[in-house]
C-alpha cells in the first residue's frame, strides 16, 4: 500500500525517476506550481525539497514559544509502493458547494415558528410575518449557511413569495443612496491601492507613528475624529478616507485577508476604526447625517434648541474618554499578534525613498479624493449630497483609468455588501411602515410608566430598551425617526429633565449602531473588509456597547452636572 509522510521538507521519491518523468503532472504538483509565494529548491538524492520563505513586513511577530520558530515552512512528501503493485487512488468526490445545513435549517426553523406565534394584539398580520422574515434572515446572517449577500437575497424572496411585501417594496431600499455610497467606497479603496496613493500615506503614518501598534491605532482614531464635525456623513469618511487607509496599512504591515495573518495588525485595527467611528459621530451634531433629526425632533417635543455648541459642549468629556478608553480596551481583549516594532518607522521611510516621487495615476488620485472629501465637507451649501460627490469622483477616475470598470464590477465585497445592507434596510424600514415600532414603543412606555420607580431608575430602563432595540434597524435615521419622540415623551412624563433626556438619547443614537454590521453607515465598510469574523464583531460589539453606557451616563453624567445639564 502507498503511504505519504508529512516532514520538514516536500520530497518526491518515486520507485524510480524515469517512471515519475513518464507521468503526467498531478493535481498535487499542478497546486504547487500555482502559488505565487517565493519558494527555494534544492536537490537531494531521490528526493527534491521545497521550502516557502516567510514573508517581510514593516512589523516582526514576536516569537511564540508553543511554535516551532523555524522561518520556513517545509513539507515533505513521500510516496513508497509495498510489494511492487501500484494502487490507483480514488479521485476525491467534488466538495459540497451548496448551503451549510445546519444552519440553513436554524434560519427557517427561527421564521416558521415565529409566523406560527399567534399575532399580539395591536399589531398587524403583516407586520409580525414581516418580522419572522427579518429575524430568519438576521439568524441567517449571523450563522452563514451561504454569503450574506445570498441570505439577504433569499430573505427578500420570501418575504415576496409570502406577499408580506410586494417586489418594489422589496427592493425599494436599492435606490436608497447610502447603500451606493458604501458600494463607491469600496471602488475608491480599489483606486486609493492600485496607484500605490495608499501606500505612500499609509508608509507615512508608518514613519510617525508606526513603532508600536497601539500608536498607529490612536493616530487613526483621533484623525477621523478631526474630520467627524466637517463630514456630515459616517459612511463618507470611513469608506471614502479611512478604510482605503486602513486597508493600505494593514497590506504594508504584512496583514492580509485569507492568509491568516489577519490578526497581525488588521483586525484588531478595523474594530478599533470602525467602535471609535460611532463615538466621534456621537461627539458632534454635524458628525452623522441623522443628528440634526434628533435634534428638530427634540424642538418639536420639548420646544427645547440643540446648537452645535450645546451638543459638543455635552459630549466632549464622555466621547473624548471613550476614545482613550476603546481603542485600549480592545487593544488587550482583542490583541494585534504585533505589538511593537522599533525599526518600522525606519524602514517605511526606507519604502518612501524607493517609491520616488508621486505617479500621474496618484496625483490623479488624491486630486479626485480632495475633490470628493471638499464636496462631502461644503455640499450642503452647494447642494450636492455625499453619494453624488462619490459618483463624480468615481467618474473622473473611470474616464483618467485610474479605475477601469472591470475592477469595479471584480469587487465582489462591495456588491455583496450593496445587497444585504440594501435588503436590511428595505425590510427594517416596512416594519416601521407597518406600525411594528410604533407598538413596541407603546409598549414599552406602558410597561415602564407602571413600574412607579423614580425618574433616574425609569430612564434608565428607557435607555437600555432604546438602545438595544437597535439590533432591529439597519439605519439610525429609521431608530431616530421611529422611537425617538416617543421615548423622549414619556421619559419626561416620568420626571426626567426633559433637555438630559434628549441629550442622552441623541448620543446614544449613535453609539448603538456599534452592535452589529449593519447598524450604522460605518459598520458594512469596515466588516466588508473581513478582517473579523461575525461572530467576534457582534460579541466585541455588546462588549464595547456596555462599556460606552457606562462611560457616557457615569462619566458623562458628573460632566452634565458640572454643566448644569440636570
Known sequence: MASIALTSSLSLAPPSLPSLRSRKPTRFAAQFRSISTPFHFSRQPNSLSLSKSASTSLFQTRPNPNRNQSNDTKFTVRSAASGGASVAAKPPSPPWQGAAIKPLLASIATGVILWLVPVPSGVSRNAWQLLAVFLATIVGIITQPLPLGAVALMGLGASVLTKTLTFSAAFSAFGDPIPWLIALAFFFARGFIKTGLGNRIAYQFVSLFGSSSLGLGYSLV??????????????A?????????VKSLCVACGSNVGDGTEERLGSWLMLTCFQTSVISSAMFLTAMAANPLAANLTFNTIKQTIGWTDWAKAAIVPGLVSLIVVPFLLYVIYPPTVKSSPDAPKLAREKLAQMGPMSKNEIIMAGTLLLTVGLWIFGGKLNVDAVTAAILGLSILLVSGVVT????????????????FAALIAMAGYLNKYGLISWFSQSVVKFVGGL????QLSFGILVLLYFYSHYFFASGAAHIGAMFTAFLSVASAL???PYFGAMVLAFLSNLMGGLTHYGIGSAPVFYGANYVPLAKWWGYGFLISVVNIIIWLGVGGIWWKFIGLW
Open 222 to 235: 483621533f484623525s477621523e475624529a478631526l474630520l467627524a464635525p466637517a463630514i456630515p456623513s459616517v459612511s
Open 237 to 245: 469618511r470611513a469608506g471614502g478616507i479611512f478604510l482605503p487607509l
Open 405 to 420: 470598470w472591470k475592477e469595479c464590477l471584480a469587487e465582489s465585497v462591495a456588491w455583496d455588501t450593496l445587497t444585504w
Open 452 to 455: 412607579g420607580l423614580s425618574w
Open 495 to 497: 420626571g426626567t429633565p
